[in-house]
């Protein structure tokens, strides 16, 4: 069992920045593809980022530019550091994580059905 807690968001101005983290629990963390998603009120959960166990990334056109998903293997730790913030980021943030193993190295889960774990969220609020 995999568990995911995430920490990092808070309010913060419009063009401002915040790097998010989620710590993660148990072994082979290394082989894990990651991912995370926001999800503003009303909306549909949506795929901001996700970075293979092989370190391949993947993006929203949405964040391009502005986000960059990293990892520390050796702390079991997802980054996602965000600049230049804008209204329209707000929405609370998940981590996400495949059971380890899942699809080889290069693996880039895009859609939620194809990860195993979840945090709880972390609420990032962008005024302008």
């Known amino acids: 069992q995999v568990q995911l807690v995430e920490s990092g968001g808070g309010l913060v101005q419009a063009g401002g920045s915040l790097r998010l983290s989620c710590a993660a629990s148990g072994s082979r963390f290394s082989f894990t593809a990651m991912g995370w998603y926001h999800q503003a009120p009303g909306k549909e959960r949506e795929l901001v980022a996700v970075?293979?166990?092989?370190?391949?990334?993947y993006y929203a056109d949405s964040v391009k530019g502005r986000f960059t998903i990293s990892r520390d293997n050796a702390k079991n730790t997802l980054y996602l550091q965000m600049n230049s913030l804008k209204p329209e980021d707000t929405a609370m943030y998940y981590c996400?994580?495949?059971?380890?193993?899942?699809?080889?190295?290069?693996?880039?889960?895009?859609?939620?059905?194809?990860?195993?774990?979840w945090g709880q969220g972390t609420q990032v609020t962008v005024s302008s």
């Open positions: 996400a994580a495949t059971r380890p193993g899942k699809g080889g190295a290069y693996y880039l889960p895009r859609r939620p059905h194809e990860y195993d774990y």
């Open positions: 970075i293979s166990g092989g370190g391949s990334t």
